[in-house]
Every structure is written in structure tokens, then in C-alpha cells.
């Protein structure tokens, strides 16, 4: 089992940053596949970047594609989501996942977090 809480989420300007952090616990992390998703009002989850348990597939969506960068601290159980360059189309709740393979498809995915928010204003 493994328990993922989400952090970094808040309010920024068009153009601004953001960090979002994705701490495990219950398992090490070492050994399974991350990624994080996201879900705008009234829309569907979509995903948004994937990363293997070693680090070397990394997958985005290409809308954030050029502007965000995943990566993972196996030691720390933690994995981040460096946005930059926000937009207002990015407003939406981030969702941490775990398992599985690299994937952009939601349901080879095992565990989910909670989500925390990130609202980009114009």
C-alpha cells in the first residue's frame, strides 16, 4: 500500500511558478512508476507527465510540454512537478499517482492522492 499526499498547490499570475511536491509513504518508491494528472472544472482528468521508477522515461502531455519538469527522489519518496510559464488553461486540482508502467492512461495507475490546487489568474 502506498499513501500519496500532494503539496505546493496555490494561486499565481500568468507567467508564474509553481513547485509541486509528491511525498510517499508505506513503500519505497523505488520500484514503481509516478505521474501526476490533472482535472480542470467540469472536465476530465487528463494526464499531464509520467516518470519511471529509475528516471529514464519521462512522458508529457503536450500541452505542458516545454514548461514543466518532472523528476523523483527515490531516497526521499518524493517526486515534483516544476511548472513554469503557467497559463489559466492550467488551473486545475493535481492529482499524485503511483504504479504500473509509464503510462498516459489513468487506470494503470494504483494509488492517488488527494490533490491540491493550483490556480493560475490572467
Known amino acids: 500500500q502506498v499513501h500519496l499526499v500532494e503539496s505546493g498547490g496555490g494561486v499565481v499570475q500568468t507567467g508564474g511558478a509553481l513547485r509541486l511536491s509528491c511525498a510517499a509513504s508505506?513503500?519505497?518508491?523505488?520500484?514503481?512508476?509516478m505521474a501526476w494528472f490533472r482535472q480542470a472544472p467540469g472536465k476530465e482528468r487528463e494526464f499531464v507527465a509520467t516518470?519511471?521508477?529509475?528516471?529514464?522515461?519521462?512522458r508529457y502531455a503536450d500541452s505542458v510540454k516545454g514548461r514543466f519538469t518532472i523528476s523523483r527522489d527515490n531516497v526521499k519518496n518524493t517526486m515534483y512537478l516544476q511548472m513554469s510559464s503557467l497559463k489559466p488553461e492550467d488551473t486545475a486540482v493535481y492529482y499524485c499517482?503511483?504504479?504500473?508502467?509509464?503510462?498516459?492512461?489513468?487506470?494503470?495507475?494504483?494509488?492517488w492522492g488527494q490533490g491540491t490546487q493550483v490556480t493560475v489568474s490572467s
Open positions: 516518470i519511471s521508477w529509475s528516471g529514464n522515461t519521462i
Open positions: 508505506g513503500r519505497t518508491l523505488s520500484s514503481i512508476t
Open positions: 499517482t503511483a504504479g504500473g508502467l509509464p503510462s498516459k492512461m489513468s487506470d494503470v495507475y494504483d494509488y
